[in-house]
C-alpha cells in the first residue's frame, strides 16, 4: 500500500537536544497526524492538524501542516529520555476516514 | 477519555488453527474501526475497515475469507484469522474513531504467533 517517506529514519541525539522530523508525500493531505509508538504497544495521537500552514503545539512538541499540504514537520524541543520510541506521521485525504501512515522516524535519546 | 482496548495481548496458536481477537471503544461509541497489521521495523498497513451493522472493506491484497472481521456493536469489533500459518504472524493494532471525528484511537495490540 502507498506509505508516506519520513525523514530521518531514525536518529539518535543527546537528552536536552531539540529534534526535527518530517513527512513527505507526492499527494495532497487535508488532515495530517503524528502519532508515538512505543515498543509492543499501539500508536498514541501526539497532534492533528487540519489547515495548511497551522502551527500546533502540545507541550515540547511542536507540528506544522506545510503549506503545499504535501508535508508536514514534527519538532521536539529539549529531549527526554522517554522521548525514545517510533515517530509516525499519518494523513488523510479528502472523502476518506483511512489513514495513510509515514514509514516512521526512531528517536533514540542519550542520557 | 478515548480509550481503546485489546484481547488478548498476545496470542501462540497452531498452525491450521482460528484466533479471535477482540476490539472494544471502552469510554465511546465508535461506527468506525480499522485493523492494522505491523510487521518488525515497519509501519502499520491497513488491513480493513470495520463498519457497525455492515460488511468490512478490506484492503487490496487481504483476503476476506482468511481475516473474518465483525462489528456487531458501537463499541466491539473483532478479528478472526482462520487457518492460521506462520506467515500470518504478526502485531495487529486496531483503532476506533468515534462520530465524525477525523482522530483514531489505537489500541495495545496483539501479537499473533503461528507455530
Known amino acids: 500500500g502507498q506509505q508516506l517517506n519520513q525523514s530521518p529514519q531514525s536518529m539518535f541525539i543527546q537528552e536536552g537536544e531539540d529534534v526535527s522530523m518530517n513527512c513527505t508525500s507526492s499527494?495532497?493531505?487535508?488532515?495530517w497526524l503524528w502519532y508515538k509508538q512505543d515498543p509492543g504497544e499501539g500508536p498514541v495521537l501526539l497532534i492533528a492538524?487540519?489547515?495548511?500552514?497551522e502551527l500546533t503545539s502540545n507541550g515540547r512538541l511542536t507540528a506544522q501542516f506545510g503549506i503545499t499540504r504535501k508535508d508536514s514537520f514534527l519538532n521536539i524541543s529539549a529531549s527526554i529520555p522517554s522521548d525514545v520510541g517510533i515517530y509516525f506521521c499519518?494523513?488523510?485525504?479528502?472523502?476518506?476516514?483511512?489513514?495513510?501512515f509515514g514509514t516512521g522516524t526512531r528517536l533514540k535519546v542519550l542520557a | 477519555g478515548a480509550v481503546v482496548s485489546q484481547h488478548p495481548s498476545w496470542v501462540i496458536c497452531k498452525s491450521g488453527t482460528s484466533v479471535k481477537i477482540e476490539c472494544r471503544s471502552l469510554?465511546?461509541?465508535?461506527?468506525?474501526m480499522f485493523w492494522y497489521r505491523q510487521f518488525p521495523k515497519q509501519s502499520l498497513m491497513l488491513m480493513a475497515t470495520?463498519?457497525?451493522?455492515?460488511?468490512?472493506?478490506?484492503e487490496q491484497g487481504v483476503e476476506k475469507d482468511k481475516f473474518l472481521i465483525n462489528h456487531a456493536s458501537l463499541t466491539l469489533s473483532t478479528l478472526t484469522v482462520t487457518s492460521a500459518h506462520p506467515e500470518d504472524s504478526s502485531f495487529y493494532i486496531c483503532?476506533?474513531?468515534?462520530?465524525?471525528?477525523?482522530?483514531?484511537?489505537f489500541g495495545p495490540g496483539t501479537r499473533l504467533t503461528v507455530t
Open positions: 483503532s476506533a474513531k468515534p462520530g465524525t471525528d477525523y482522530e483514531q484511537y
Open positions: 499527494s495532497i493531505f487535508n488532515t
Open positions: 492538524l487540519y489547515k495548511a500552514g
Open positions: 499519518a494523513g488523510l485525504t479528502s472523502g476518506t476516514y483511512k489513514y495513510i
Open positions: 469510554d465511546f461509541q465508535a461506527t468506525t
Open positions: 470495520s463498519n457497525e451493522g455492515s460488511k468490512a472493506t478490506y
